[in-house]
């Protein structure tokens, strides 16, 4: 089944899995009518018109133009709110840079026209995304166009610094001739670790091998082979932090990264090491990095990004010192990425408009009400499970897991809200991208994932009694996950809240709710006790635990909620306590 570009009048979701009877629908509703069909999603506007685009920012010429061929653009900067909602109205799609605010407001002026939001850039904080999948907007962004001019200015940052370029250029123009005060280091032979090894990390990785550098990386998610391919070493953190002597830090912005580099990780780097962050600035924590410059742990740091942007000036601890390079968030500032950003975020919104599915998305469609309706109890569920499978991955890649309903409805049950979620959980701790229902199964693709649905029987009225998740892998950080050579988790729904069910081969009830602390044991006594003492020594409370057992004296799994994470000192402690195998803490709450 085919639509012809702009016939239909709203953001369409698409169907379940290939091989499933296609389905139709219409409903009414308060913005416009739905269909459903499968592999599709379509975006509508009066049969046979052109649509008409607002561009409310500066975007490259290249961009402006190619729009120009499909579509009536309505170039207008610096609008008001107000006339920004005026125009809306009239607007079939808007493209912003991230001045402009596309608030509720803004959807609700547009009465169900606005059909597309493009983002030219990467972050999306000046979009209302909730909004905008209530009033059925697709919103798209442009992630990968600043990919080179971000690596590039990264390798520029190494070099100023290594030459004391900036600070000799102040010294000059300040009426000094000063040469011996600016002696800089060679960066042949010297080794460049890499945090974060994805496009950017990777750009920068060839270009610091053609300067002569040795180039080592860490990225628990990355791929071996490609990190192979390109003359790289894949390693652990703490192997980096001891060998590198430039660090370049690539890493997204995550519950997992912010403050990644703290005063526990300076402490262990390479003495006299120096930092480049073309990043994000929460990965760093600034006052520790100004604690090791102080220190002579670091000797150097180039930051482009901060915490905060600008940053507080009176009182930064980094910005007005002689050791530390700064720039004012030029990663993508080039003529040229620009004008890419410009190409992909304008291919981006001609593709939704035209209905083809965009790996560019940021927001899901919405599904069917009466299909929500019933699945909203177990979209917790399936995102909880998939994050704490990943939390129990081990480092490195994997490239196939599975995913079990079971469900008295066989082979009728709507899945795809639900694998979306389980892959929103799996990825979302590893990628800025946003996963759902529209990009999910892109996303997966991508990284190499190759995810498979298995429907078992299951019992009771309710449309879901539990699900599983399966990681074909045995690289795990708690062996007790472990069940025939995968990582094995299962779950269900209890009165409204997800519970994670079996680990393993072990039977367990505990809620899928923030911090959770597994440890697996020998069945013996005292060791609930010791557990207990060890978080109340740092004023922890246990809110909940769940102990499941082969048998008196057996192997068991002790499954702990815990109302505030504990340190990893005292999850170290509590895996040397008698009987204690091991001990895994993680969090389902971001």
């Not at 018109?49 to 610096?78: C, F, H, Q, R, W």
């Not at 791929?223 to 070493?233: D, H, I, N, Q, Y």
């Not at 390693?235 to 912005?253: R, T, V, W, Y």
């Not at 940021?362 to 995102?383: H, T, Y």
Request: net charge neutral.
């Amino acid at each position: 089944l085919e639509f012809p570009p702009f016939t239909l009048l709203k953001l369409v979701s698409h169907a379940a899995a290939p091989g499933r009877e296609e389905r139709a629908a219409q409903r009414k509703g308060s913005h416009a009518q739905r269909a459903v069909s499968r592999a599709r999603t379509v975006v509508r506007a009066d049969a046979g018109a052109k649509p008409t685009v607002l561009v409310s920012e500066k975007l490259g010429a290249a961009g402006i133009d190619m729009l120009k061929k499909t579509a009536n653009v309505d170039a207008s900067y610096g609008l008001s709110p107000e006339e920004l909602k005026a125009k809306v109205a009239l607007s079939d799609a808007l493209i912003v840079r991230s001045a402009t605010k596309v608030t509720r407001e803004v959807f609700e002026a547009s009465k169900g026209r606005l059909k597309v939001v493009g983002r030219a850039g990467v972050g999306i904080d000046n979009v209302d995304l909730v909004a905008a999948t209530e009033y059925g907007c697709l919103v798209v962004n442009a992630p990968t166009a600043n990919t080179i001019a971000a690596a590039e200015h990264g390798i520029a940052l190494m070099c100023a610094m290594a030459r004391n370029v900036a600070q000799a250029d102040a010294s000059m123009k300040a009426g000094k001739w000063d040469r011996n005060t600016y002696v800089g280091t060679s960066l042949t032979g010297k080794t460049v670790a890499i945090v974060g090894f994805g496009k950017v990390g990777s750009e920068v990785a060839r270009r610091a091998k053609g300067l002569g550098c040795r180039v080592i990386a860490y990225d628990p998610f990355a791929s071996a082979e490609m990190a192979k391919a390109l003359g790289v070493t894949l390693m652990p953190l703490d192997d980096c932090l001891a060998q590198g002597d430039f660090f370049s830090l690539h890493m997204p912005l995550l519950p997992t990264t912010k403050n990644l580099f703290n005063d526990e990780v300076f402490a262990k780097i390479k003495k006299g090491a120096r930092i480049i962050n073309v990043a994000r600035g929460g990965v760093i924590d600034e006052f520790a990095l100004a604690r090791a410059l102080d220190a002579g742990q670091v000797s150097q740091a180039a930051l482009d990004v901060w915490a905060d942007e600008p940053p507080k000036w009176e009182g930064h601890p980094l910005v007005n010192r002689p050791d530390v390079v700064c720039t004012p968030h030029l990663g993508a500032s080039t003529t040229e990425a620009q004008e890419d950003v410009a190409i992909e975020i304008v291919d981006a919104v001609v593709d939704a408009l035209m209905g083809k599915l965009s790996a560019n998305a940021v927001n899901a469609p919405m599904v069917p009400p009466e299909v929500l309706k019933e699945l909203q109890p177990f979209i917790a569920l399936a995102e909880g499970l998939g994050k704490a499978a990943v939390s129990l991955t081990g480092e490195g890649a994997f490239t196939d897991m599975s995913v079990v309903y079971q469900t008295p409805r066989g082979d009728d049950l709507d899945t795809r809200l639900l694998r979306a979620n389980v892959l929103k959980g799996v990825l979302e701790g590893t990628t800025t991208a946003m996963v759902n229902l529209v990009n999910a199964d892109l996303l997966a693709k991508k990284r190499g994932i190759n995810v498979a649905e298995v429907t078992e029987s299951g019992t009771g009225n309710d449309v879901l009694s539990g699900m599983g998740i399966r990681i074909q892998t045995t690289n795990t950080k708690f062996s007790g996950a472990l069940d025939k050579g995968c990582i094995s988790l299962q779950g269900s729904v209890r009165n409204g809240i997800p519970f994670l069910t079996k680990i393993g081969s072990f039977d367990v009830e505990v809620a899928l709710q923030g911090s959770l602390l597994l440890i697996r044991q020998i069945d013996q006594p005292g060791i609930v006790a010791g557990v207990a003492n060890k978080l109340a020594d740092e004023k922890i409370n246990i809110s909940f635990m769940s102990v499941g057992r082969t048998g008196a004296g057996q192997e068991a799994i002790m499954a702990c909620g815990i109302d505030s994470p504990a340190s990893a000192a005292t999850v170290s402690e509590i895996s040397k306590l008698n009987g204690v195998q091991e001990a895994l803490m993680f969090n389902e709450t971001n």
